[in-house]
């Protein structure tokens, strides 16, 4: 799990949102999962638990991408840590955090991703990206 400097977020996989004492030691109060492939998290019950299924590629509903960003936004507009996570915390979960957080910086996605990028690995599959 890494932190993105300057909001409560974090970015990780689908293990961290698994693993409720790193929940609790980084203050985490909302997990946003993106992976639909992978079983739904089963979170502390104090941790509030959104899931919005997104595939790695080309495809996507495009609600469901608005959803998560929406959703996302509105957490971090509320101060509220939270956790992305998607299979391997590389991609979807790095696509809606730069959306998100160019909603709130007034950016467009590509600038906010050039940001997230400076602070974790991304692995977004163009189709993604794209959609």
Do not use: Y
């Amino acid at each position: 799990m890494q932190k993105i400097p300057s909001f409560p977020l974090w970015i990780g996989n689908t293990g961290d949102g698994r693993d409720h004492r790193v929940l609790a030691k980084c203050g985490v109060h909302a997990v946003l999962q993106l992976a639909g492939e992978e079983p739904a998290l089963e979170p502390p019950l104090d941790v509030m638990h959104f899931r919005i299924p997104i595939l790695d590629s080309v495809g996507n509903i495009s609600h469901r991408l608005i959803l998560a960003s929406n959703v996302l936004t509105t957490l971090l507009t509320n101060n509220i840590t939270t956790l992305v996570c998607c299979s391997d915390g590389n991609g979807r979960s790095l696509a809606i955090a730069a959306c998100a957080i160019g909603q709130l910086n007034g950016q467009t996605p590509f600038d906010s991703l050039k940001f997230v990028q400076e602070h974790h690995a991304t692995s977004i599959s163009a189709g993604l990206w794209n959609d």
